[in-house]
């Protein structure tokens, strides 16, 4: 299993996420980090299962996983033994804009 990270600005928007799941569906927002939580887990065993993230150049080697039940994918890369979560996008919002913190490494 690998190892996972998350980049800050992602932890920022699983928590903005989360929250705003509360206000409108109390409860709901246990369930995306619950979610999350599986999507990472999951990508973190398998790094494989995530398939190539659309509108991504390859060779940046980003792969997408779709959080189960809502409109949130993890965008992520394996980096040696870590698994790098880049960012927790919503699937019809603001497409790559989380794409410029592939160069601040």
């Known amino acids: ?9 992602a932890r920022v928007e699983l928590d903005r996420a989360a929250d705003e799941y509360e206000v409108d569906y109390p409860g ?3 369930r995306f980090y619950s979610a999350v939580e599986r999507a990472v887990e ?8 995530g398939h190539r993230f659309p509108g991504v150049p390859d060779e940046l080697g980003v792969l997408r996983l779709l ?5 949130y994918a993890l ?7 870590v698994l790098r979560i880049d960012a927790v996008a919503h699937t019809r919002r603001r497409p790559g ?5 592939l160069d601040e490494e």
């Not at 299993?1 to 800050?8: L, S």
């Not at 990508?43 to 299962?49: D, K, L, Q, S």
């Not at 804009?97 to 913190?101: F, H, I, K, S």
């Open 1 to 9: 299993m690998k190892q996972v990270e998350f980049d800050p600005k």
């Open 28 to 30: 709901r927002g246990l």
């Open 42 to 49: 999951t990508a973190a065993a398998t790094p494989t299962v």
């Open 67 to 71: 959080v189960k039940h809502f409109r």
């Open 75 to 81: 965008a992520y890369r394996v980096v040696g033994e």
């Open 97 to 101: 804009y989380w794409l410029d913190r």
